[in-house]
């Protein structure tokens, strides 16, 4: 083997691994959390909501869930804002909608959602256990549930009608099969 | 690659300490209150080092003062205090964040190559340059020049280059 081809299998030897090592992290968010529960049982929980109402997931059974994680200080919750009302109006009592206050007072919470339309309960997390217990790592985060309680899927960052749609509808259909079935829950 | 193989050495040495200050962990008594209160808070310490804060850049969750990671470390401190061991804490937030929230990868499976690839990429290069410096047929090793030196009788280092003063010097003296 000459010099010349012994020196350019070395250097491709050392180089193309640092290239395949960059090229994944290049193409990955490096702020982006794995989303670990989805496939899993939901973590219980059993929250008050602003206006003072127990929410309990085990009793929610049955039905989906959609749990939006959001905060005043947060302006792509806000972005977001129209489009969950419009979906919890859209599928009314077939989807719970349920917020969930992040790093935020009740307060601020409630002057906020004075100013807005809020048609779905808002639960207030104290000490972020439940954002914890379900791996948020930001705002906003939404988890959809099954009406069996399993989380099918969670989304990072702003939802939009389609996608809430795109989720919702097999689930609210999922729900419906089993009730004509009595399938166990 | 030597300087990413050396920020990786650097974070499996960085490991060294860490497994240093376990081992008193482990061997600490629980027997009196004060010895497992310090023993506690040693553990909360080690979880809050170990961990990775889920809002800030590559922080761990002992040294963040977002109010996520004080939550988190607050969390960390009553699951202590309510008997749980460091491993299942851990595994407590691996199950919700991924091993991403470990700021040290656990070394098993595929995370090994972290930790055996930089001493190997090092020890690779350091072999290539002795072996390297050591060939003795190398055309610009300096013994082989200073050998070609004396060979022709030039000045040392000057072999076969022309020498702009040597060739003033002949120009006067042919005058």
Known sequence: MSLRLRYALFTALLVVPLLGVLALGFGQDPH???????????PPFVLKSLEGETFDLQKLHGKPVVLNFWATW??????????LQAAARHYSTAVQFLGVVYQDTPETAKDYLRAQTSVFANLVDPHARMAIDYGVAGV???YFISPQGRIV????????TMLLQRILDPLVLQAETMRKSGAPL | MTVSACVLLLGVLLRVPQAAINAPTASA???????SAAHQEQTVYLLGKLLRCPVCQGMPVGESPSPMARDMMQLIREKV????????????????????VLLAPQAQGFNWLVYLLPPLALGLCG??????????????????????????????????????????IQRELRK
């Open chain 2, 127 to 168: 072999l290539w340059t002795v072996s390297y410096l050591g060939r003795p047929g190398r055309s610009d090793s300096a013994e082989a020049v200073a050998a070609a030196d004396l060979q022709t009788g030039d000045a040392p280092g000057t072999q076969g280059l022309p020498d702009p003063y040597l060739e003033q």
């Open chain 2, 29 to 35: 008594s629980p027997a009196a209150p004060t010895a």
């Open chain 2, 81 to 100: 205090a309510a008997g749980e061991s460091q491993d299942a804490i851990q595994a407590y937030f691996v199950q919700r964040y991924g091993e991403w």
């Open chain 1, 153 to 160: 899927y969670k989304h990072a960052g702003v939802l939009d």
């Open chain 1, 140 to 142: 906003p985060e939404s």
């Open chain 1, 32 to 42: 982006a959390v794995p989303s670990m529960l989805e496939g899993h049982d939901a």
């Open chain 1, 74 to 83: 947060c302006y792509p919750c806000k972005a977001e804002h129209a489009a």
